[in-house]
């Protein structure tokens, strides 16, 4: 498992880099279709984390193919997480790059799930109402999972709210499972 110190860490410092050059949203895109090409290319994919070829060869590789389509800072990235052993961390660190611009422009992320797909405007009201409740611009992103049955979770900063059928079921169990049981004399 990768340690999240460890992605946050890179990312903050490639932010400040990226902001004092005005680069943010550029080095984002350029880092982002650099992820989907190693990962497209099994063979570059398995080359770049093999333990087997030297770091030397990787980061000639890394040059010969991205070096014309990469700002220098964004190349310089990639070669220091192949010498630090860390290329494993590249879409952690995407990641928590995309947070710090997010917080940085005073947006909230959210995922919420539904129990059915939800229509554009019960979408926005919903968007909306969480801006009010969180007291920022919240950007939602909406996904369906019929296992809720009914309702919505809804998933801010590590913190879950639960307004599904399936909690409301749980917890329903959960109270019918600890109540005593009574014995009936006849």
């Given at each position: ?29 350029q880092l982002q279709k650099t992820i989907t090409s190693i990962k497209e290319s099994e063979f570059l994919f398995k080359f770049l984390h093999s333990p087997c070829i030297n770091k030397k060869s990787k980061k000639e590789v ?116 600890r109540a005593p049981v009574l014995e009936l004399k006849s």
């Amino acid at each position: 498992m990768l340690d999240e110190s460890v992605a946050v860490r890179y990312a903050k410092t490639f932010y400040a880099i990226a902001f004092e050059k005005e680069k943010t949203e550029a080095w984002k895109e350029q880092l982002q279709k650099t992820i989907t090409s190693i990962k497209e290319s099994e063979f570059l994919f398995k080359f770049l984390h093999s333990p087997c070829i030297n770091k030397k060869s990787k980061k000639e590789v890394i040059n010969k193919l991205f070096s014309n389509r990469l700002d220098t800072p964004v190349l310089n990235l990639i070669k220091i997480l192949i010498d630090k052993n860390r290329i494993a961390y590249i879409e952690f660190i995407l990641e928590m790059y995309k947070k710090q611009i997010m917080t940085e422009k005073g947006i909230t992320q959210a995922l919420v799930k539904t129990a059915a797909e939800l229509p554009v405007q019960e979408k926005e009201r919903l968007q909306n109402a969480l801006s009010k409740f969180l007291k920022s611009k919240v950007e939602a992103q909406f996904t369906v999972d019929p296992k809720i049955i009914a309702g919505t979770t809804i998933m801010v900063d590590g913190k879950i709210i639960d307004w599904s059928v399936s909690r409301k079921l749980e917890e329903i169990k959960d109270i019918i499972s600890r109540a005593p049981v009574l014995e009936l004399k006849s």
